[in-house]
């Protein structure tokens, strides 16, 4: 019985494995298509894929991997999987430092290594599927690629929700005048750029007030803004001293630097 049992999982295993690939797919993809362009922190600045409509491609292209990867006979549902994963494992690795826009507008942490990883060993078992030639079983790929959406979803949900009350709780407790603002930035932030834009019509005083650090990646933030992503800033009291909680993403900062206090003496550009 046991044999009987341990042969038809290993013959199920693989029609799981591509199942279970599809189910982040398959989440991300309608995450994209549902959130609108403006609340979306697109990492893609240049060529077909650069935002708005960069986005909407990408997420179509997901969801289209999902299907194939469910429906298709043989190897060709694990060859799906396994080029998608390998594209976003490359997608990451050169992405890093970015605001996570994997799953629309969730509050995720930047992508750095952790995103380049997962991308790389989903890549790794559709491969190991691959090998082992899926069979087709539709009702055992459905089975698994509605668990694994599901459970992908709620921890997405989890994640954003903590982070949502995270900043809440830090902007609550924040009660010390911030004099001046340390703000970090990459060239390749398409958020950084409008971030920069909208800097432009403050007024000088509050222009002044802030310091910029521009970065081309995780690596070279703070270890306390390490997760953010850019844009991030820190708030700085007349010593030059971090106050409150840091900030990311254009709303963040911009209401950081709104909070500078500028009749207070000694407001300075920090260096």
């Not at 959130?35 to 922190?41: F, I, K, N, S, Y």
């Not at 992508?111 to 090998?131: D, E």
């Not at 993403?249 to 630097?257: D, R």
Request: glycine letters at 8%; proline letters at 6%.
């Amino acid at each position: 019985m046991r044999v009987t049992l341990g042969r038809t999982l290993r013959h199920l295993l693989p029609d799981m494995a591509v199942a279970a690939l599809a189910g982040p797919l398959a989440v991300s993809g309608i995450a994209k298509a549902v959130t609108p362009a403006e609340d979306l922190d697109w990492p893609v600045d240049s060529g077909p894929l650069s935002a708005p409509d960069g986005a909407k491609i990408v997420g179509a292209a997901e969801l289209a991997t999902a299907a194939v990867t469910l429906v298709a006979p043989g190897r060709l549902a694990a060859l799906a999987p396994m080029g998608a994963y390998a594209v976003l494992t490359v997608a990451a690795h050169r992405m890093k430092g970015a605001k996570c826009a994997c799953f629309g507008s969730a509050r995720l942490a930047a992508i750095g290594r952790t995103h380049v990883g997962a991308n790389a060993v989903a890549s790794l078992v559709a491969a190991a599927a691959l090998a082992a030639a899926p069979e087709r079983r539709r009702l055992v790929r459905a089975g698994t690629a509605v668990l694994s959406s599901a459970v992908t979803y709620g921890v997405v949900r989890t994640l954003d929700r903590r982070a949502g009350k995270n900043s809440a709780a830090a902007a609550q407790a924040c009660q010390d005048p911030v004099s001046s603002v340390r703000l970090y930035v990459s060239d390749d932030c398409p958020a950084c750029r409008s971030l920069k834009h909208l800097l432009r019509f403050m007024e000088s005083a509050r222009r002044d007030a802030v310091s910029t650090t521009v970065v081309s990646g995780e690596d070279e933030l703070p270890p306390e803004l390490a997760d953010l992503g850019v844009p991030c800033a820190l708030g700085l009291d007349a010593r030059g001293e971090p106050v409150c909680a840091p900030v990311s993403g254009i709303g963040g900062v911009k209401a950081l630097i709104d909070s500078v206090t500028l009749s207070a003496p000694g407001v300075r550009r920090a260096g």
